[in-house]
């Protein structure tokens, strides 16, 4: 069964339209050989072109000085503007609904002082439970300087009894129970620990209706499940950039404002110079005129490098396309599983916690090692495997299509029946 696992691997590499971009990458090294790396809903990796696009910047600035702003194909002064027709294709969205700018949890600072705007007993966020900690220590202060009781008014939602995943049903009947106390549902893209794709559409329809604001984290999303936001009518979306689009630790974060909310000049805000009147910006006149657009939520001038870091990874999505990334998402996440249920080693030894319907995974399986540790995981890493380890017994697998491999795909599992049987 191995063998023919691993020509079935083969011929599907052999057949893979995207395999050529696997070189487009730089991989960790172990004992000479590239390792199997498995963890970029944690950190993609770098992608070689990024060196040329930082070290053009760099030299920009060595030979211009402050003059870079205005010189050149891409001055700094409106360099964040590069950025914005390719994250609207991956995000769904108009150029004006979207951009780069600081990092996930400011930018989620950002959007909650605009969505967040509790009155009377419409002043309860709904979250999930066991949220990534970005979205639960933002909501959690912003009820608190907003004078409510996070207590009273950060409500988690957890899956029924026998349960790992919440589906669609549950997440709506719990907005409608809310009703008119509900300000806001902050949901994720997706899951971080179970790698569930929750319906966007279908949370923000329901935010609506019952009169809240709907707004979503997509840092395990953007760049690896198709997005809609603008069709899903999502008031706000914030995400990181250094994960699935591969821009680098730390990188610049991202933030979508529906056109409906970009136009208004008197949504509330917390406003940064960058956000106003680009034409009257040096002036410096201090006139409250902010851009209609989600620019109009911007603080500050863009970090260069780190934004040249990110447009070098977002070329690579351009020229893949994220229709053919998803093809090959969901055929490398199937083949996987597959290969792990069909496994006499790995039965009763492992449960993968991410649903398997389409609509609900993009790419990470989570997998729960029933009977054994984190030995197991170190086993992996020592054996040249990066992936992911969450509490309690969970390793986090991302086979990504721009650089993962069936045949990475098929050494994983060989590697991991290794590790069970060693434990006994």
Not at 5 to 23: H, N, V, Y
Not at 64 to 88: C, I, M, R
Not at 282 to 292: D, E, G, L, T
């Amino acid at each position: 069964m191995k063998e023919e696992a691993l020509q079935k691997a083969k011929q599907l590499d052999e057949q893979d339209q995207l395999s050529k971009f696997r070189s487009e990458f730089h991989f960790p090294q172990k004992d000479g050989k590239d390792c199997i790396y498995l963890c970029g809903n944690s950190l993609g990796l770098q992608p070689k072109r990024t060196s040329e696009f930082v070290n053009e910047e760099l030299q920009k600035w060595k030979k211009w000085g402050v003059e870079g702003h205005f010189t050149g194909d891409k001055p700094w002064v409106s360099y964040h503007q590069n950025a914005k027709p390719y994250l609207s294709k991956i995000v769904g969205a108009h150029e004006h609904e979207v951009v780069a700018m600081n990092n996930l949890t400011t930018n989620l600072h950002l959007a909650l002082a605009s969505f967040y705007q509790p009155k009377g007993k419409r002043s309860k966020i709904l979250i999930e439970k066991g949220a990534f900690p970005s979205d639960f220590y933002a909501v959690n202060s912003r009820i608190k300087v907003s004078g409510y009781d996070p207590e009273e008014n950060l409500i988690e939602l957890e899956p029924a009894v026998g349960s790992d995943n919440l589906s669609t049903q549950e997440i709506i009947r719990k907005i409608e129970e809310l009703g008119d106390e509900l300000a806001l549902v902050m949901f994720p893209g997706i899951q971080y620990y179970t790698g569930q794709f929750f319906d966007i559409n279908q949370i923000a329809a329901a935010a609506h209706k019952v009169g809240a604001y709907a707004g979503f984290d997509l840092a395990h999303a953007v760049g690896n499940v198709p997005l809609n936001l603008h069709e899903d009518k999502a008031d706000f979306a914030v995400w990181c950039t250094y994960k699935y689009l591969n821009s680098g630790p730390g990188g610049v974060g991202g933030l979508f404002i529906h056109e409906n909310h970009g136009k208004n000049k008197e949504m509330p805000r917390l406003s940064g110079w960058w956000g106003h009147n680009a034409e009257a910006r040096f002036k410096m006149a201090n006139q409250i005129n902010p851009i209609p657009t989600v620019d109009g939520w911007q603080l500050s001038n863009v970090n260069i490098l780190s934004h040249a870091s990110h447009l070098a990874s977002l070329s690579v999505f351009e020229e893949a396309g994220m229709e053919n990334l998803r093809a090959k998402s969901l055929l490398l996440t199937d083949f996987m599983e597959e290969l792990m249920l069909n496994s006499e080693v790995l039965n009763n030894q492992i449960k993968i916690l991410t649903p398997t319907s389409h609509e609900e995974r993009g790419a990470q399986l989570s997998i729960y090692l029933t009977n054994h540790g984190k030995s197991v995981f170190e086993y992996l890493i020592e054996r040249g495997v990066i992936l992911d380890w969450r509490e309690p017994n969970v390793i986090r697998v991302a086979p990504v299509p721009l650089y993962n491999s069936f045949t990475d795909a098929v050494n994983f599992v060989k590697i991991l029946e290794e590790a069970i049987s060693n434990e006994g």
